[in-house]
């Protein structure tokens, strides 16, 4: 047990949570890498919701209250940090939850599902027993996705993605929202809107953000979204990084 007093105690958890979840078969050996990868980045990024993340999230929250069909694609990453978030956020927005996986098994989505159902959700999408489409550019399986989930979606929220499958849902003609702590990442770049962000500090703010926008009217929602550059979003977050290392002993 990590003791609560521990300087590093939030990261420490959310890797107890992370291992074990790889025990339960919820995660691949590439999610548990993945994770370090986020865990360096956060560390970077002072471990907190920047200011650049608060203007995607807002713009996040806009676009996917203004969607028609909206999704969340879950990992095994996303299932085992956020599962309840994830299924508030479908909630609030009337939004279907779909599993899709890099490392994709049978039992991996099997667990997967398992943890979303538990955490309150009535309908998991990407599971086996339903029709599926071709995402076109990608191999399988990954290309696979749910006939009314995904394929049918016009905006896609994937946290934690990886380049290609952003960049083919992008071709698609999907919005794409990414949150993902690595603002150099190629889903980053390719994605509509990123929000460089832990994804569990990320996901309570973006829902609390859509309850609040909500109110707003279309006109004003739009002028959101048109006004949000995402590269220039991203530069923001990756001058967060670089004031940080100003600010500490080694950049002195
Ligand atoms: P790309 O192909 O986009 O360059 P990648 O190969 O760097 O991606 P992947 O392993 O496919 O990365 O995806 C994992 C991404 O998720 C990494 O960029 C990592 O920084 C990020 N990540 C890991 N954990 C978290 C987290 N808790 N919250 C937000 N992002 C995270």
Redesign the pocket.
Known sequence: MVPKNHPRYKSLM?REKIEKAYKEGILAD?GM???G???A??YLLGEKTTKPAKNAIQTAAASLILAENPVISVNG?TAA?VSREVVKLADILNARIEINL?HSTPERVAAIEDVLKKAGAEEVLGTESEPSELIEGLSSPRANVSLVGIYKADVVLV??????R?EALVAAGKFVIT????PL????K?ASITIV????R?MPVLIDAIKHLKRYRVEELRKLIVNFNNSENLEKSLKKIIENYMKSDVGS
Do not use: C
């Open positions: 959310l590439a890498i993945a994770h990868r986020g865990e980045f956060d990453n940090l890099f946290p934690l993605e990886d380049g290609d952003t949150i993902d702590l690595n990442s190629r889903t980053s390719k962000d832990n994804i569990v990320a």
